[in-house]
């Protein structure tokens, strides 16, 4: 008899549906069903995502035999799975995690936010699930605990970094090598669609004390509340997210407490660690882990975040999200090592 979860993947061949193959495949208690390519049908899967060669046989498909599997992936490009499902029936008992950011934010649909070192609870009993966005997941692990603190009083700044495979597989003008390399720019300043993701659970975990913090990407600086100033950047490098944040206070902020803070808040995460050194990006690349650092300044606290945006900030936390929906060992398939050097 068979106990596996069974698997469909739709948008098979792009960066993310790679590493969701790649880890999938390693998977104790996962299988592969099909992995949906419209392109690519018939080709081998490592002929696009050649780093799996020797590792599976299955080809892209075609076809998409949704009354076969138990869970399926859509790894489509944003906007493109609300589409998909007002033209494709998918049976009511098959799992759906989306990694488009077409759920993320409430509405009128079912979709649980499947950040799991807060939402572990609803993500377990959830039928659907939107799955973080990268830089989302990567600001809000530095932000989560003073939020739910009601630290949060004044407008925070954030910067982060992340590398080339953040774009997709898709080349363009600020992605292919010689633009990329030896080179670094700003992009979507104070307007990166993650805004409204990171504002709405900073919004759902103040305490009703502290200031509302303002989606400025639908409300502008006009309205009271405090505002993410976000400027992300091109990195010269294929994968990670640096980010750090300044959170300034109306006073004097006692150091050890606020580490104890983050240490207390994380102390049952299955993968988000605080590092009580200052991090390097290498820590964390090829790896599901979110590692967090604070130091404190009088009255600014300057907290150090970082994940793979591949793993972590993509499919490595929707693997996450499948084992806890299915009620099986969050860490399984995801015990991946970081380099040494």
């Avoid at 605990?145 to 970094?161: H, R, S």
């Avoid at 080349?171 to 709405?200: C, D, M």
């Avoid at 390097?280 to 979110?290: H, R, S």
């Avoid at 150090?304 to 972590?312: C, E, P, R, V």
């Amino acid at each position: 008899m068979n106990n596996k979860i069974r698997v469909g993947i739709l948008g098979a061949a792009g960066y993310t549906g790679g590493e969701l193959i790649r880890l999938l495949l390693n998977h104790p208690q996962a299988e592969i069903v099909f992995a949906n390519s419209e392109s690519n049908a018939g080709n081998y899967v490592y002929d696009v995502h050649e780093g799996l060669i020797g590792e599976t046989d299955l080809k892209f498909s075609s076809e998409m035999p949704f009354n076969e599997v138990d869970v399926v992936f859509f790894c489509f490009g944003h906007g493109k799975s609300q589409q998909f499902l007002k033209e494709h029936d998918i049976p009511a008992n098959v799992k759906i995690v989306d990694l488009a950011q077409d759920f993320r934010i409430k509405g009128d649909h079912d979709y649980v936010y499947g950040l799991p070192e807060i939402h572990r609870e609803e993500i377990a009993k959830c039928q659907h699930l939107a799955n973080p966005g990268c830089f989302a997941t990567c600001i809000q692990l530095g932000l989560l605990p003073l939020a739910k603190a009601g630290m949060l009083i004044n407008d925070i700044a954030v910067n982060a970094i992340t590398g080339s495979t953040g774009a997709g597989q898709k080349p363009g003008a600020t992605t292919h090598f010689s633009w990329r390399n030896n080179n670094f720019s700003v992009y979507k300043l104070f307007t990166h669609q993650h805004l409204h993701e990171i504002t709405q659970t900073l919004n759902e975990l103040r305490p009703e004390s502290a200031p509302c913090v303002i989606d400025t990407l639908n409300e502008g600086y006009d309205k009271e509340g405090i505002t993410v100033d976000f400027i992300p950047y091109r990195g010269d490098f294929a994968r990670g997210i640096f980010c750090t944040e300044v959170i300034t206070l109306n006073e004097t902020v006692d150091a050890e407490a606020v580490v104890a803070l983050y240490k207390d808040f994380y102390k049952d995460a299955a993968f988000t660690h605080y590092s009580d050194k200052a991090l390097d990006l290498k820590q964390i690349v090829n790896t599901n882990k979110g590692l967090v650092h604070v130091e404190a300044f009088g009255r600014k606290i300057v907290v150090t975040s970082m994940i793979d945006n591949l793993l972590k900030g993509a499919v490595g936390q929707a693997v996450q999200n499948m084992n806890i929906m299915f009620g099986i060992d969050e860490t399984a398939g995801l015990r991946l090592k970081a380099s040494a050097f």
